[in-house]
């Protein structure tokens, strides 16, 4: 077969996610051609086009996404840019991969899906790619733990700390669309959601304890209106009662650790990095009461990537072998994720418990 032909909206030649994660991670799976870049000048992508070999480049993204030898548009830019991008790519008929979030709210996101209706779309939600979480998932449906009882996991929002990032600005107030909440608890509760079912129903609380934050750059105080702390607790559609800790910063102690107890055993996940959709994972395991590292089967993993999980583009390579089986969450899954953060708001917002199936 002839391989997909992709065009990346927002590939610099100054680095970032696109060029860290997605580039090598193209170049690693079989199927594929990188093609096209479109960046914020036609200068700007000639650039990146000749730091990364692209023969095709623009300045414009429209342009881009109605070239003949583009295939499959992938949008790695900030969230408020999404739906002014894949917007003309949908128009033009191409397969779209956004990264995540899709948009910056539940009613953006609905018209994105509704727009790309017919269309084959991705949304950038790599904890569903990763092998340990894979081989994790089928533990659990294989009866490791017996009858799920109870999880816990407790992980750092990674941003969201004493200080922001330079560009991250955007993230530090709810109406650009990329906070903790919408960007590492999304991706927490949807990994929950693949390995154990969703939340029937819940209870939040969110607070933001840091209203000011250092500017690493000015070294001035700035206002933080998002949320760095969110406690979540309820009952999972499996009956198993379920207790999430997002927050902000990071920890020495506790990044990312989640524990599934149930009648025959436990299972625990931890990752060195609090960004654990594209971290390193560790799983352990008992069933006598002592925990032992257990061991990803190669059956779960792309050969050519063994020994590399620790690279950021690991489980972003192996969404890309999932794509071209058409086995990603796409978009009118997202709207799934955006309506259970839409829930834990609500809930927090009004103190009661709620069902995220619930309009």
């Known amino acids: 077969m002839a391989p997909v032909r992709v065009g990346i909206v927002g590939l610099s030649a100054n680095g970032g996610w696109a060029a860290t994660a997605h580039v090598p991670a193209l170049a690693a799976v079989e199927g594929y051609e990188l093609r096209a870049l479109s960046g914020s000048s036609a200068d700007s992508a000639r650039v990146a086009g000749e730091k990364y070999g692209v023969p095709l480049t623009f300045g414009d993204a429209g342009e881009l996404a109605r070239h003949p030898e583009v295939d499959l548009v992938v949008v790695a830019v900030k969230v408020p840019e999404h739906r002014a991008l894949i917007e003309p790519a949908l128009a033009a008929g191409k397969q779209v991969l956004s990264e995540w979030p899709l948009g910056v709210s539940l009613a ?9 209706a017919g269309r084959q779309t991705a949304v950038g939600l790599q904890g569903r790619s990763a092998p340990a979480l894979r081989y994790l998932r089928d533990l659990i449906k294989d009866g490791y733990v017996g009858r799920v009882l109870s999880t816990s996991l407790i992980a750092s929002g ?20 990329a906070t903790m909440l919408t960007i590492p608890f999304a991706h927490t509760v949807d990994a929950l959601a693949m390995v154990l079912g969703g939340f029937g129903e819940l209870s939040a609380t969110m607070a933001t304890v840091r209203p000011r934050v250092r500017d690493e750059v000015t070294g001035e105080s700035v206002a933080m209106t998002a949320p760095d ?3 979540v607790t309820g009952v999972l559609t499996g009956g198993a009662v379920a207790s999430l800790h997002l927050r902000g910063g990071s920890s020495p102690a506790t990044d990312f650790h989640w524990e599934i107890n149930g009648t025959e055993g436990t299972l625990v996940v931890n990752a060195a990095d609090p960004l654990f959709w594209i971290a390193k994972l560790t799983l352990r395991g008992s069933r006598t009461g002592t925990l032992e ?4 089967p190669a059956r779960y993993e792309l050969p050519q990537l063994a020994g590399r999980s620790a690279e950021p583009s690991y489980n972003v390579a192996h969404a890309y072998a999932r794509h071209l089986k058409g086995d990603l969450p796409d978009f009118a899954h997202a709207v799934g994720v955006h309506r259970v953060l839409d829930a834990v708001q609500r809930s927090a917002d009004t103190g009661t418990r709620v069902r995220p199936d619930a309009e």
């Open 293 to 296: 590292k257990l061991t990803v």
């Open 108 to 116: 953006e996101t609905e018209a994105l899906a509704e727009a790309a």
């Open 229 to 231: 702390q969110i406690a």
């Open 158 to 177: 990674a941003n969201w700390g004493p200080s922001v990032r330079a560009g991250r600005d955007y993230q530090l107030h709810p109406e650009g669309g």
